[in-house]
């Protein structure tokens, strides 16, 4: 069975740094893409960023220079590196990752920017 784990969310101030990550289990670690998503409550689910096999990554405008994605093959992870925090990035971040033609989600973990 495919699981994607999430871990790392957390209450951090403005300004602050957090660093999510998201574990493949039950499955050989050759995805295609990986992307992490986010969405604020009322809001709709956006793109946050991505790495494709290669290691190519693509960033939203909204956190381009402020988060990095990168990839362990050593331990089936993926790590999303946030600094500078900011009010507007509080959300439930969600892992998807599509290996062979199919799709899967983590169940999300929670990010809060407050003072």
């Known amino acids: 069975q495919v699981q994607l784990v999430e871990s790392g969310g957390g209450l951090v101030q403005p300004g602050g740094s957090l660093r999510l990550s998201c574990a493949a289990s039950?499955?050989?670690?050759?995805?295609?893409?990986m992307t992490w998503f986010r969405q604020a409550p009322g809001e709709q689910r956006e793109l946050v960023a991505s790495i494709t096999r290669g290691g190519t990554t693509n960033y939203a405008d909204t956190v381009k220079d402020r988060f990095t994605l990168a990839k362990d093959n050593a331990k089936n992870t993926i790590n999303l590196q946030m600094n500078s925090l900011k009010p507007e990035d509080t959300a439930v971040y969600y892992c998807?990752?599509?290996?062979?033609?199919?799709?899967?989600w983590g169940q999300g973990t929670q990010v809060t920017v407050s003072s």
């Open positions: 039950g499955i050989i670690f050759n995805f295609e893409v």
């Open positions: 998807h990752g599509r290996f062979f033609g199919c799709e899967y």
